[in-house]
């Protein structure tokens, strides 16, 4: 069984910062791409950033510059630095990740449960 869990959301104040972890574990043979999503209430869930393998990175346009996202192939563990938070940026913060289990021959898609992110203003 695999699982996503993510930890590290809270409440900041305009301007701070939050980092983000999401750990994958279970009997897991590999970890293909892994990506953070948001979904902001009444808003669909948008895609944030995603990092390859290879550690590649892809960001949505309104956190360039202030989002970094990372991963730890050692831990199984994907990071998201927020930086320069916002008010817009208030969202449930998810992560999505490719896993082939050790008793699978294809990669499944897994969601976390989510992590509350607040800017206050």
């Known amino acids: 069984q695999v699982q996503l869990v993510e930890s590290g959301g809270g409440l900041v104040q305009v301007g701070g910062s939050l980092r983000l972890s999401c750990a994958v574990s279970?009997?897991?043979?590999?970890?293909?791409t892994m990506w953070w999503y948001r979904q902001a209430p009444g808003k669909q869930r948008e895609l944030v950033a995603?990092?390859?393998?290879?550690?590649?990175?892809t960001y949505t346009d309104s956190v360039k510059g202030r989002f970094t996202v990372s991963r730890d192939n050692a831990k199984n563990t994907v990071y998201l630095q927020m930086n320069s938070l916002k008010p817009e940026d208030t969202a449930v913060y998810y992560c999505?990740?490719?896993?082939?289990?050790?008793?699978?021959?294809?990669?499944?898609?897994?969601w976390g449960q989510g992590t509350q992110v607040t800017v206050s203003s």
């Open positions: 999505y990740a490719q896993v082939k289990s050790t008793s699978d021959n294809f990669y499944r898609n897994y």
């Open positions: 279970g009997s897991i043979f590999s970890i293909n």
């Open positions: 995603f990092v390859t393998t290879g550690g590649s990175t």
